[in-house]
């Protein structure tokens, strides 16, 4: 039984809107596909803005804090100061035989102090510094694994796009082949 022009005719006509669908779900697939490229950009984007205010954030804490222990340390350094030349006047008018000794006990005990805060200043500064170094690197890693999950999620959403649309495909193959071997529909 071979089939006849109208026949033919009216299979395309039946055939033309799965044909329309189909072109319209692969222009909905692309621009599924470049509204995800673009989501993504955008909050790579926005991950490394985050990440450079964050880091900035932390700098100026860390620099105000610095500023903070330097004020105070000249400050102390100020007192001590005050305070040990007033010493030194003292027992200058009172005792002039122990000005020698007084001076150099107050000299050490000056550069007892000083060593010891330039270690606590150079103590604080390693501290910083790790904590600086461990907070970009946390940053760093936070940030990674938001961009791999995001690319995992975006990568199985087209995925499944994509399968739902072969599987549509499938479909009207499996449509059209049944109405081919259906002998009852065919006429002579």
């Known amino acids: 039984m071979a089939l006849t022009n109208e026949d033919l005719q009216a299979?395309?006509?039946?055939?033309?809107?799965?044909?329309?669908?189909?072109?319209?779900?692969?222009?909905?697939?692309?621009i599924m596909?470049?509204?995800?490229?673009?989501?993504?950009?955008?909050?790579?984007?926005?991950?490394?803005?985050?990440?450079?205010?964050?880091?900035q954030s932390v700098r100026t804490d860390l620099q105000e804090q610095i500023q903070t222990v330097r004020t105070d340390l000249q400050e102390q350094i100020q007192t001590v100061r005050t305070d040990l030349q007033e010493q030194i006047q003292t027992v200058r008018t009172d005792l002039q035989e122990q000005i020698q000794t007084v001076r150099t006990d107050l000299q050490e005990q000056i550069?007892?102090?000083?060593?010891?805060?330039?270690?606590?200043?150079?103590?604080?500064?390693?501290?910083?510094?790790?904590?600086?170094?461990?907070?970009?690197?946390?940053?760093?890693?936070?940030?990674?694994?938001?961009?791999?999950?995001?690319?995992q999620y975006i990568k199985k959403e087209i995925r499944s796009s994509e399968n739902l649309v072969l599987e549509e495909v499938s479909r009207v193959h499996h449509i059209l082949e049944k109405h081919i071997n259906d002998e009852t529909r065919h006429t002579a």
Do not use: M
Request: cysteine-free.
């Open 11 to 30: 299979i395309a006509g039946l055939l033309q809107p799965i044909k329309d669908d189909v072109h319209t779900l692969k222009k909905e697939q692309v």
């Open 33 to 55: 596909r470049k509204e995800l490229e673009a989501k993504i950009e955008h909050t790579e984007q926005t991950l490394r803005d985050d990440f450079q205010i964050q880091i």
């Open 111 to 151: 550069q007892t102090v000083r060593i010891d805060l330039q270690e606590q200043i150079q103590t604080v500064r390693t501290d910083l510094q790790e904590q600086i170094q461990q907070t970009e690197q946390k940053l760093r890693k936070e940030i990674h694994v938001q961009a791999q999950k995001t690319k």
